[in-house]
T-cell receptor, first 111, second 116 residues
Framework: DAKTTQPPSMDCAEGRAANLPCNHS???????VYWYRQIHSQGPQYIIH???NNETNEMASLIITEDRKSSTLILPHATLRDTAVYYC????????????FGTGTRLQVFP | GAVVSQHPSRVICKSGTSVKIECRSL??????MFWYRQFPKKSLMLMAT?????????EQGVEKDKFLINHASLTLSTLTVTSAHPEDSSFYIC????????????FGPGTRLTVL
């Protein structure tokens, strides 16, 4: 599995957009970019995933660069409940394949 | 999304005893389940992959005789921590995936194990 690099922590004001970057320069052609988040003392929660096109769902948007070496997760209007550790993971899109978690980005949303 | 449950949510045991943790997929059949361990302020570390009806595959450094995994049905996997010691105290999390269904895996809420 390709490795990812994320900043260890970020702050965001409530109501503002949170933009979380991820570098995955060694990503393979058949690997997807997945984002999960983990709120304190809970299991991880799936957010979104994509291959090369930008994706949007009710939780977030995923912007993937054209060369696919990096991506950005966007929470358009962050709330206090979005405070969590966000993990960017790359792997093939078989949900029976293991997920390898890196260190993630700890997002703190403040009032 | 689909629901994965874990039981118990929290367990405290004495050193030397064994503890069983259950992971259930409530509304889908999970052909594959994964077990993770997480220490405070650390990331999730994959311990093993279990496939229904076959032996689990353990990650390097994880003792298979200490962490027994059974995936006897398409909705249940169990992790037994044998002869637990204080250093086994951790947050144990399972996830489940299924072929031909969802694109993502679903995680349980985790089990907090404290060994005295």
């Amino acid at each position: 599995d390709a490795k990812t690099t994320q900043p260890p922590s970020m702050d965001c004001a409530e109501g503002r957009a949170a933009n979380l970057p991820c570098n995955h320069s060694t990503i393979s052609g058949n690997e997807y970019v997945y984002w999960y988040r983990q709120i304190h003392s809970q299991g991880p929660q799936y957010i979104i995933h994509g291959l090369k096109n930008n994706e949007t769902n009710e939780m977030a948007s995923l912007i993937i660069t054209e060369d696919r070496k990096s991506s950005t997760l966007i929470l358009p209007h962050a709330t206090l409940r979005d405070t969590a550790v966000y993990y960017c993971i790359v792997r093939v899109s078989y949900n029976t394949d293991k997920l390898i978690f890196g260190t993630g980005t700890r997002l703190q949303v403040f009032p | 999304g689909a629901v994965v449950s874990q039981h118990p949510s929290r367990v405290i045991c004495k050193s030397g005893t064994s503890v069983k943790i259950e992971c259930r997929s409530l509304d889908f059949q999970a052909t594959t389940m994964f077990w993770y361990r997480q220490f405070p302020k650390k990331s999730l570390m994959l311990m093993a992959t279990s496939n229904e009806g076959s032996k689990a595959t353990y990650e390097q450094g994880v003792e298979k005789d200490k962490f027994l995994i059974n995936h006897a049905s398409l909705t249940l996997s169990t992790l037994t921590v044998t002869s637990a010691h204080p250093e086994d105290s951790s947050f144990y999390i399972c996830s489940a995936g299924t072929q031909g269904g969802f694109d993502e895996q679903f995680f349980g809420p985790g089990t907090r194990l404290t060994v005295l």
